[in-house]
């Protein structure tokens, strides 16, 4: 396909009153929020903190391999890492202030002309950008409350986090159990589904 095609298929689909992109993880690369590898590195040197080596060692071993998830798997079963300091740690690199950000950077993407945007982002730098942008709030729809489950009835702008947010970092999809978990949750499901 020519570029110019690509661009008009594109055009038409933001002209659509009801579009709703995805912004996945190069949107926060954007933003200089980690990529998976470089997460599940925090991630390993975690665990080398609390004496966690072999685990620091596995993980690194599955990023290396592209195996996200599984590398992730391990960084939860750290049993010497207390469970609020290793979720809290987790989230850290998702949690910045909107001064930290280059939101500039995000400026395109939330003036589209579409009904919200769909990310399995954890950060809030969507949120920041289009505050700052647009002048208001973004409605926030969330994994872990009831406001996914309403999205497809939304008329206002909303940013969907769908794979949860790091302020309430139990909420973060983060490896294979947590996918398995998201097929039985019925806002998430049936939000995929519609």
């Not at 993880?25 to 080596?53: K, S």
């Not at 009904?115 to 926030?140: C, E, F, M, W």
């Not at 969330?142 to 790091?166: M, P, Q, V, Y």
Request: glycine share 6%.
């Amino acid at each position: 396909m020519k570029p110019e095609e690509l661009g008009a298929i594109i055009a038409k689909f933001v002209l659509n009153p009801r579009s709703i992109p995805f912004a996945g993880a190069g949107v926060g690369c954007r933003v200089n929020l980690p990529t998976w590898r470089g997460w599940m590195g925090i991630l390993a040197e975690i665990c080398r903190e609390y004496g966690e080596n072999a685990a620091a060692e596995l993980i690194e071993i599955r990023a290396n391999d592209d195996d996200y998830l599984g590398a992730a798997s391990i960084y939860k079963t750290c049993r010497r890492i207390p469970d609020g300091e290793r979720l809290s740690r987790m989230a850290a690199p998702f949690r910045h202030a909107a001064s930290q950000v280059p939101l500039d950077l995000l400026e395109t993407l939330v003036a589209l002309p579409v009904s919200g945007i769909v990310t399995t982002n954890y950060d809030r730098s969507l949120h920041d950008a289009y505050a700052k942008y647009q002048g208001s709030s973004a409605l926030p729809l969330e994994l872990s409350d009831s406001t996914l489950r309403n999205a497809a009835l939304i008329t206002e702008f909303f940013i969907a986090r769908i794979h949860g947010r790091a302020e309430l970092p139990q909420s973060m999809i983060l490896d294979h159990s947590d996918y398995a978990l998201l097929a039985n949750n019925k806002d998430y499901k049936w939000q995929v589904e519609t």
